[in-house]
């Protein structure tokens, strides 16, 4: 009994113990240090077994000694409460101690120290590291895709412009913020639409379907300044009339040409591609996925039963299958659907496609916010004489929305993160152009360096994106 | 009148809508099919495939019919989605756990491994392994044995193969214990509840699932050997494996990135899941004389499972739908064999996808009516 006494360290032995302890812990630290960083065996003479193990026999006995309650010194009680809170914590930390000595020089080594970065062949890449000489030649395919080299300019213009376009939200002034929700709603994705096709593709734009477009737009603008008592018979009549008026008395042609600028050359969609693609590809399901997703959702919580109905097979229409099998239907299935001589973009058709599947989700996301709203905010509005579509724009999105701000950020996520998925129909996006670049003949063997790149990037914008919505939902957060 | 107008007619108008979109779409298609000289119809699935998959776990090959490849690719997605589900819950629950662990370092690991994992697109994860870390592996020829009877190599990984003698048998065996141990828990639970005696359930359990199939080995007359893959020579510098079962490098990578990739959110719902229960439950549980596993067990987890089950059930029904991701790598699964290549051969475009996409809505709805019967079964009985 004694012997097991004295073997247990507590503050009366505090020193020896402390010192003996700490002693062993950095022993076994030494030994897998030097042993990874310089390959060099202070433990060599034991059998390999042994050896192989004795780091860990001596970290722990070493952390087993240290281990002593209130000793009354701050950094040894904090070291105990983080990682040595009993024996099996200690044997897990010394682990990963471990993992992360062992695994740092192969890593560092391959991606810096043994990596080729200069020279524009693949002769260079003859170490055993990484060769970032690879991305370097290839960047430009990877961040544009076959998009012209002379032309890239106006890819990075757009871009730069639909940014600065995009942050007015931040310098509006209490005056303007009313209009945001318009601005951003209506015009801003209006004026990116202008922007990708005029400057980005460049061709001639046509306008399949515009009547019914500019209708719908119209109405809703016109229909904003329109007492709500009229508002129900105002959506029955006027859009229909509208239609009508433009298609035969104003427009006779099938569809509106809206010229191209000159100077510039058409780019085909199928040449787009690289990470430009991804951004252009999430904008507009982005841009269309909330609205669709916005109104199912009413849909699905609204009093009529038809509406419900098919809202709800919507939504779980498009929650239960795989979005490359949404991919193939659009790519196979839908030109199908089409009359003969209507041909729609691939491109579009992929947007289109995310979009209706993003939005089922977005859908569900939104209901959920819905229902977590308390009746009383429903019977609040209605008892101020509130309409329905008062009530929800004023009263109850604003709030539900605002609950909801985490799940809307993990579908954006998610939809990013399917945008690779567009290979489906042709469209080569990054990850796309990876592959088509690891098959060239003149530099094969790269594939490693190719998705680390592009995992690293994904993972940048990804994780960028989960921390603004964090913080989205602590700046929103109300006190209820 | 007027009060009956506003009620009927957004329903009529919705309705038309929908009616004139899908009126339009079968217009078309019609014409379409007719121009192009299609015929619709379920009537090619009975025909001869004429082509082959590399993997299948049922028999197969060129001279069976399209509804065999179906059969086929149906079964590989789900063999992939059930290894998935199985290796993405135990290590979700573990890094979910780890991540609220005390211990500052496993704590940061797991939340490492969350962040990283999650942040990265699933097919950029799948061909990360497929086509960069699993081409790095050894030719058949220079694999050496992990334990003296697994190889893996480029080729795949090839593990031993059960030979069975009477495996019905130890089946049987295996049946009878469960259902003993469900019967001994049952009157476990009763004797607690009317002489509050306990019986040690978990001990039995254990004791029956082991001895009983031992039993029957050694009275039953079952056979149980390994066949281990033997490497072959096919030409001089071609080697494979014979013998034993070989898993395709394609299955390793898809179910790999998609349980690396599915495990991270089960982490998430695990943690959420337990960081919900109250600590109250939990002092309250320890204060009235229960053991931490007690607390752990009858305290925590029912509280927590509640909350876990059903984002769980999403992840799951992510995974099963993600699995379609194996077109990209080749593995033959339903999207792959079915609506890859019986769709080129065919050309039957609305018959296969519309199969397709029927098969996975199938799917996903049994999956969340399975989990829905299991939250209701542990939910809260409000009086």
Redesign the interface.
């Known amino acids: 009994m004694s012997n097991i006494n004295f073997l247990k360290p507590d503050r009366a032995n505090l020193n020896t113990f402390l010192y003996l302890g700490s002693f062993l812990f950095f022993i076994s630290i030494l030994d897998v240090f030097l042993n990874s960083f310089f390959r060099l065996n202070l433990t060599g003479f034991l059998p390999n077994f042994l050896s192989f193990l004795l780091p860990l026999i001596l970290g722990f006995v070493g952390l087993y000694f240290i281990r002593i309650e209130y000793s009354g010194i701050k950094n040894l009680d904090l070291l105990n409460k983080h990682i040595n809170t009993n024996n099996f914590n200690a044997i897990l930390s010394l682990l990963i101690i471990f993992i992360i000595i062992k695994s740092l020089p192969p890593i560092l080594s391959w991606f810096v120290i043994d990596a080729s970065f200069a020279g524009d062949t693949k002769d260079v890449c003859t170490g055993s590291g990484a060769c970032w000489t690879y991305i370097k030649v290839w960047m430009r395919r990877f961040m544009y895709g076959m998009y012209p080299n002379a032309e890239q300019w106006r890819i990075n213009l757009s871009f730069v412009a639909l940014v600065l376009l995009g942050s007015v939200g931040y310098f509006a002034t209490d005056k303007f913020k009313k209009y945001l929700t318009l601005y951003y709603v209506v015009i801003y994705p209006l004026i990116a639409f202008l922007f990708i096709f005029f400057f980005i593709s460049g061709g001639p734009v046509f306008f399949d379907f515009s009547y019914g477009i500019i209708a719908a737009i119209l109405s809703i603008i016109i229909g904003f300044f329109i007492p709500s008592k009229f508002k129900f018979y105002y959506f029955l009549i006027v859009p229909l009339a509208l239609y009508v008026i433009l298609k035969y008395f104003l427009f006779f042609e099938e569809y509106i040409e809206l010229g191209k600028l000159d100077g510039l050359n058409w780019v085909e969609t199928g040449a787009w591609g690289g990470l430009s693609l991804t951004f252009i590809i999430s904008f507009f399901c982005l841009i269309f996925c909330f609205p669709i997703g916005m109104a199912f959702a009413l849909g699905r919580r609204s009093e009529f039963p038809l509406i419900r109905y098919i809202s709800v097979g919507f939504i779980e229409f498009w929650r239960g299958v795989p979005l490359i099998t949404v991919l193939f239907m659009s790519a196979v299935m839908f030109p199908m659907f089409l009359p003969e001589d209507f041909f729609i973009d691939k491109l579009v058709r992929a947007i289109i496609a995310i979009s209706l599947f993003e939005a089922a989700y977005v859908a569900e996301v939104i209901r959920g916010g819905l229902q977590a709203l308390p009746r009383g905010q429903y019977e609040a509005a209605k008892s101020l004489g509130m309409g329905y579509w008062k009530m929800h724009i004023f009263v109850i999105l604003p709030q539900a929305l605002k609950l909801v701000i985490p799940g809307i950020a993990n579908t954006f996520l998610a939809l990013v993160k399917d945008t690779p998925l567009i290979f489906v129909v042709g469209l080569l996006e990054i990850v796309g152009m990876l592959n088509l670049a690891k098959t060239n003949p003149k530099w094969l063997g790269f594939a490693m360096e190719g998705y680390v790149f592009a995992a690293i990037i994904f993972w940048i914008i990804c994780y960028a994106m989960s921390k603004y919505s964090y913080n989205l939902e602590q700046k929103y957060k109300t006190d209820r | 009148m007027n009060f009956k107008l ?2 009927i ?3 009529l ?3 038309l809508a ?1 009616v004139l979109v899908f009126g ?2 079968t217009y ?2 019609q ?3 007719e ?1 192009r000289g299609i015929d619709f119809g379920y009537g090619f699935l009975s025909q001869e495939s004429s082509f082959d998959v590399q993997f299948s776990l049922i028999e197969y090959d060129g001279s069976h019919s399209y509804f065999r490849a179906y059969l086929v690719g149906l079964l590989n997605t789900i063999l992939v989605s059930v290894i998935g589900i199985i290796i993405a819950t135990i290590l979700g629950v573990i890094v979910g756990i780890a991540r609220l ?6 704590n940061k ?1 797991a939340a490492f491994y969350v ?2 994992f ?8 799948i ?2 392994w497929y ?3 699993l ?2 592996l050894p030719l058949p020829q220079d694999a050496e044995a992990m334990f003296g009877v697994f190889f893996l190599t480029i080729k795949g990984l090839y593990v031993p193969a059960f030979i069975w003698q009477n495996f019905n048998i130890f089946f049987y065996s295996i049946i009878a214990a469960i259902i003993a141990i469900i019967v001994i828990r049952a009157h476990a639970k009763k004797v607690q509840e009317n002489q509050g005696k306990q019986i040690p359930v978990f001990l039995i359990s254990i004791g029956l699932i082991f001895i009983l199939p031992l039993l029957s080995f050694l009275i039953g007359g079952v056979r149980l050997s390994f066949e281990v893959p033997v490497l072959k020579q096919l030409a001089t510098t071609s080697f494979i494996y014979e013998g034993g079962v070989s898993l395709p490098p394609e299955l390793i990578a898809l179910t790999l990135s998609l349980s690396l990739y599915t495990a991270t959110f089960i982490a998430e719902c695990v943690r959420a899941g337990i960081q919900g229960v109250g600590k109250g439950q939990k002092e309250a549980a320890a204060s009235i004389g229960l053991t931490p596993n007690q607390v752990l067990k009858l305290v925590i987890m029912p509280q927590a499972l509640r909350i876990i089950i059903p984002p769980t059930t999403n992840q799951y029904l992510n995974l099963t ?2 699995s ?2 194996a ?2 790598i080749a593995y033959p699964d339903l ?1 792959l064999v079915f ?1 890859g290549t019986a ?1 080129m051969q065919t050309g039957k ?2 018959e296969i ?2 199969i ?2 029927f098969t ?2 199938t799917l ?2 049994s999956i969340s009516i399975l989990m829905n019967w299991y939250n209701k079964k542990i939910a809260i009985q409000e009086k």
């Open positions: 506003k009620d007619v957004p329903q108008i919705t309705v929908v339009f779409f078309n298609a014409i379409n099919m121009n662990s005390p211990n500052y370092l496993i690991f962040e990283f999650r942040n990265i697109p699933l097919l950029l994860q061909f990360f086509f960069a870390a081409r790095a739908k993600n379609s991701l077109a990209a999207v609506a769709l475009a609305i996808v519309s397709t996409m996975y809505l996903s709805i």
